[in-house]
């Protein structure tokens, strides 16, 4: 096999393997970097001390589209601050404030300073 062809080949293979990662970067993004569509809201939810609050909006799926899944998006009206802080499918049953810095979603208990990602465990 010629040297030009053996560079071509390592070319390809290194083209393909930053598709391969783009692609799933592409697919399979964090969960701070969801956006969410504000049409799609599903409800809001108020802290006990009126300062918080989560809002779940229908996502309409990670993967082309397909699949379902809500993202809860924290704000502090004080700050201003708007963060991802959890990610579930395929629908949102429950979602309950236990004290000002902590909810329950659908039965799991998450910080408001922490995250949930269904995709984790």
Do not use: C
């Amino acid at each position: 096999m010629s040297k030009l062809i053996k560079i071509l080949l390592l070319v390809f293979a290194i083209i393909t393997l930053f598709g391969i990662l783009f692609f799933y970067q592409t697919l399979n993004p964090t969960l701070n970097q969801i956006q969410v569509n504000e049409n799609n809201e599903e409800g809001i939810y108020i802290s006990p001390d009126g300062e918080k609050s989560i809002t779940v909006y229908f996502n309409g799926g990670l993967i082309f589209h397909n699949d379902v899944t809500y993202v809860g998006v924290l704000e502090d009206f004080n700050s201003g601050l708007r963060k991802n802080i959890f990610l579930v499918m395929p629908n949102v049953k429950e979602v309950r404030w236990i004290n000002n810095g902590t909810i329950i979603v659908n039965g799991i208990e998450i910080a408001i300073d922490d995250t949930y990602d269904f995709r984790n465990e």
